[in-house]
């Protein structure tokens, strides 16, 4: 066979430039891989957000959220470290099956973000438990299933004081959770003295609660007490109306001195609102009419027009708080009632308000679920919701973008007993973490 040798030239260019192309692609293709590794490596990588706990109930069916202690069922929730005590946690679930349910106990700073502690170092045994006690509702028509438990138990050991998160969720959900609830571990280590005094403001001194505290602490234990140590002051468990107080006017010896300011009062409020519907069968305090309907109780509250320009009015109150009992049956916690209860207020719609009731069966916080709607009607606001059978206090608040206040509707005054809770906060330079020292309520 002849070839042809320009032929045979033209073939082997030909052959020869193709590898040279694909040699030279290949070549490309590496260096855009290795740039585009470079630049990937380069990229700055955002650290996650520290996420923010709050006080609140995401499901509807859960029902009469209480925390407690050991001996008084509408205690505060918290535990004295290393004492006999216990925080008791109850809830209702709006089920006819009892479901698994897991908690989960999570360590806070003092403005309820996670804090930097790892578990082992703030949990003796495991973070997350089972509730494994738990009643099937016996002889009411609403059925529901009562869960209980305590912390610490035979499971965990609180080894570190401050704030704790408590995320409660069906098993294996612990990102869809039912509630997440705010507890308290305190070292209780420092004491606060705290005084209510009358307002250097004569136009407002009918109305507002001023106040002085100081604050004692360890000297060996607590470094530049200056900087790291906040006070908290709530009045009636409202988050929304909370002072802090830090850098103290001047330390006598083992004491912080807080001298009085133009900025330290809280308005007087009122006393709670009450009614009680122990019994469905018997007439009982502030209730209308109590019928059966529907296959559910239902309790219509008496009327009860705003307070705002009303004389004070002083009488026993829970100070937000409720408790569950029933005169019907024999242990309220799995036999006692629920009843849709109906509250309404006679008043002219406010412009830009909404209205609220409010206290601990709200869960403390504005809650939509207890948004009262203007009925134009009977020209009044209303509100129906379901609670247990018990004795209730509440307060009507008023809420816009900018605040929430019950003076609106409630009115004002220097002397209702109101109670203040205070939370001293030490921010450990050392170990990084916000400890509790101490943990006070003044009445």
């Not at 973000?113 to 009411?140: A, K, V």
């Not at 280590?189 to 609660?209: A, C, D, G, I, P």
């Not at 029933?326 to 629920?338: L, N, P």
Request: glycine content about 4%; overall charge negative; hydrophobic content about 30%.
């Amino acid at each position: 066979m002849i070839i042809n040798k320009f032929q045979h030239k033209i073939n082997n260019f030909f052959v020869f430039g193709l590898m040279f192309y694909c040699l030279s692609c290949s070549v490309n293709n590496e260096v855009s891989i290795k740039d585009d590794y470079f630049k990937e490596i380069d990229k700055e990588i955002p650290l996650p957000e520290n996420e923010y706990y709050s006080h609140s109930i995401f499901a509807d069916h859960v029902k009469s959220v209480q925390l407690g202690t050991k001996t008084i069922a509408t205690g505060e929730p918290c535990y004295q470290i290393n004492s006999s005590d216990f925080i008791k946690i109850d809830f209702d679930l709006m089920n006819a099956n009892i479901e698994s349910i897991q908690y989960e106990v999570i360590h806070c700073d003092k403005d309820w973000q996670r804090s930097n502690l790892m578990e082992m170092e703030y949990i003796d045994g495991f973070t997350i438990n089972y509730i494994e006690n738990n009643e099937i509702s016996y002889g009411p028509v609403k059925q529901y299933i009562h869960y209980s438990f305590q912390l610490p138990n035979e499971n965990l050991t609180f080894l570190k004081s401050g704030n704790y998160i408590v995320k409660i969720y069906y098993e294996d959900q612990a990102d869809n959770p039912l509630m997440t609830l705010k507890t308290f571990v305190s070292e209780q280590s420092s004491k606060v003295n705290f005084n209510l005094t009358e307002t250097n403001n004569m136009e407002q001194r009918k109305y507002l609660q001023s106040y002085n505290l100081d604050c004692t602490f360890e000297p060996n234990n607590i470094e530049d007490p200056y900087s790291n140590i906040f006070i908290n002051i709530q009045q009636n468990h409202q988050e929304f109306d909370e002072h802090w107080k830090s850098g103290p006017n001047f330390i006598r010896e083992n004491k912080l001195i807080f001298l009085e300011s133009e900025d330290d009062y809280f308005n007087g409020s009122n006393e709670f609102r009450f009614f009680d519907i122990s019994s469905f069968r018997n007439g009982s305090q502030k209730v209308l009419k109590t019928f059966f309907e529907d296959s559910l109780y239902k309790v219509i509250l008496k009327k009860e027009p705003k307070r705002s320009y009303k004389q004070y009015l002083e009488y026993k109150d829970l100070d937000g708080k409720y408790f569950i009992r029933t005169y019907d049956f024999d242990v309220a916690s799995f036999q006692a009632e629920y009843g849709d209860v109906y509250f309404e207020l006679p008043m002219r719609k406010l412009n830009n308000e909404k209205v609220y009731v409010f206290g601990q069966l709200s869960n403390w916080q504005i809650d939509e679920r207890f948004q009262m709607k203007y009925d134009t009607i009977s020209n009044s606001y209303k509100l129906q919701t379901l609670l247990k059978q018990g004795y209730y206090n509440y307060l009507y608040v008023t809420n816009n973008y900018k605040s929430t206040s019950s003076r609106n509707l409630e009115g004002a005054h220097f002397e209702t007993n109101n109670e203040y809770l205070i939370k001293v906060y030490y921010r450990d330079p050392l170990e990084l973490f916000d400890r509790i020292l101490s943990y006070q309520i003044f009445k």
